[in-house]
């Protein structure tokens, strides 16, 4: 059997009855790390002796019939940004090779650990999680699977987590969101992804690009798959994820914005979806949002995000900034240039601007916002190497819609909603601040009404 494309849940019945071991789950996550054609530049590590080692403590436990938790035995991989005792924390950079191994688990991998998880390896990514295109020049950068012959983007910043899990090197991934890095590679590469409100999942031992909105959250094949990790993740037990109905739900569409840049394959995909939605009983309603227009403008110093990368940044620039990617280093260095007031008036137009969008979803009586997740299907590598005028137009076009939903501090997930053998294509629910398990329900009830109307 293949990891590809079986949830999580599958995985779970398979150990439990005892048709696979872990031990034979890990190895096929294992050789997949090692032999596929995007092997290298998906993993920067893969931990090939301690994830066996792992597998056969799980297979002994389940023998001995020890209850075991739901993930125990499943491979999963972690994005290059998550402390493991013993393990370099590059963060997809070479400037951090020298840096010492870290000395105790992030609170991520420890949860991961406590719940039987076999952690594959530490999967590559953007440089320091700063584009959301995935490229990195220094570990390579994997090739979407989506169309591998013209060797297109995989979206990051968590780009090596969404191949491993396309690939079958995990069943599973976790990556990091700041500005949509779990949703726009799993919206490129066809697979589901969550961002939970970013307090939600604990960032200690995590390396930060901006401790305002850093978010964890899973790259995974189903729904149900996110809600499961999300619970080991967040520490919530929970109930079983149970789809709500759709009947009368009202979801908001905002017109202002999203659909700018829109070529014609998401378009298709997005006007399907809504039909299909609508179909099954939900109440679609576009609204206008004139806060999303007005995010540019709040951001035009570089936001939350190059305020707080540089200063975490800022020593390290002065004496390791030739090993930086200078498409990354550049970033970064915008916020050199802001000032204490600057970022206090960032924090009040925060403030103001989050106010204004609940305002405007409580006068549309919906709590839910409806968009694709990016714009536009995966470009091809080439393209965005070649030209840093595209490269930089690109990235944000890709970041747009999902930062959308980072600056409202809200929580996410991307659904593919394309058609078996098209391009991917995401769609992006959202909801405000602490909505996670609504949304995750009413995600669930999505995939079931999108699953049903291919």
């Known amino acids: 059997m293949s990891l590809l494309p079986k949830t999580l849940g599958y ?106 998880t076999v952690v594959i390896g530490r999967t590559n990514m953007t440089e320091f999680a700063y584009s959301g295109l995935g490229l990195n020049p220094h570990y390579g950068t994997p090739r979407n699977p989506w169309d591998r012959a013209t060797g297109r983007i995989p979206g990051g910043s968590s780009s090596g987590a969404a191949v491993s899990v396309t690939d079958g090197m995990a069943a599973a991934a976790i990556g990091t969101d700041t500005g949509g890095s779990v949703r726009i590679p799993s919206a490129l590469c066809g697979l589901t992804g969550f961002k939970p409100t970013a307090q939600r999942v604990p960032t200690e031992g995590v390396l930060p690009l901006s401790f305002t909105l850093d ?10 798959c996110c809600a499961q990790l999300d619970a080991v993740l967040s520490a919530r037990a929970g109930a079983a994820l149970r789809p709500v109905s759709l009947a009368d739900r009202c979801i908001a569409v905002p017109r202002t914005l999203v659909f700018e840049g829109m070529d014609a394959t998401v378009a298709a995909a997005f006007d399907a979806a809504c039909r299909t939605l609508s179909a099954a009983g939900a109440h679609l309603v576009e609204i206008d949002m004139p806060e999303f227009a007005e995010l540019g403008h709040i951001n035009r110093l570089g936001g939350f995000i190059a305020a707080e990368a540089w200063a975490w940044h800022a020593r390290l620039l002065q004496t390791g900034e030739a090993e930086y990617d200078p498409r990354v280093s550049v970033r970064i260095r915008r916020g050199a240039a802001m000032t204490a007031a600057d970022y206090l008036t960032l924090l009040g137009d925060r403030r103001r601007w989050i106010a ?37 137009a690109t990235n944000l076009l890709m970041l747009r819609n999902p930062t959308l939903i980072n600056f409202l501090d809200g929580c996410a997930l991307s659904l593919p909603c ?37």
Do not use: C
């Open 215 to 224: 978010s964890i959250g899973p790259l995974a094949r189903s729904v149900a």
């Open 11 to 116: 995985w779970r019945a398979e150990l439990d009855s005892g048709r696979i071991s872990s031990r034979d789950l890990t190895e096929q996550a294992l050789d997949a790390a090692i032999t596929s054609s995007e092997a290298s530049s998906t993993f920067v590590a893969v931990h090939a002796a301690t994830a066996r080692a792992t597998a056969n403590a799980i297979d002994a436990l389940r023998a001995a019939k020890v209850p075991l938790p739901p993930l125990a035995g499943i491979p999963i991989s972690v994005k290059d940004l998550f402390d493991e005792a013993g393990q370099i924390t590059r963060a997809g950079s070479r400037v951090l090779n020298g840096a010492a191994p870290a000395t105790t688990d992030s609170v991520v991998v420890q949860r991961l650990r406590a719940a039987g």
């Open 356 to 392: 204004g969008v609940h305002q405007r979803l409580l006068d549309a009586n919906s709590d839910t916002l409806l968009m694709p997740t990016v714009p536009v299907v995966a470009p091809p590598i080439a393209l965005l190497q070649d030209s840093e005028e595209l490269y930089g």
């Open 418 to 454: 394309h058609k078996p053998g098209e391009a991917p294509v995401g769609l992006m629910l959202a909801g405000v601040h602490g909505q996670d398990e609504r949304l995750l329900s009413l995600g669930a009830a999505v995939e079931v009404a999108l699953a049903r109307g291919t």
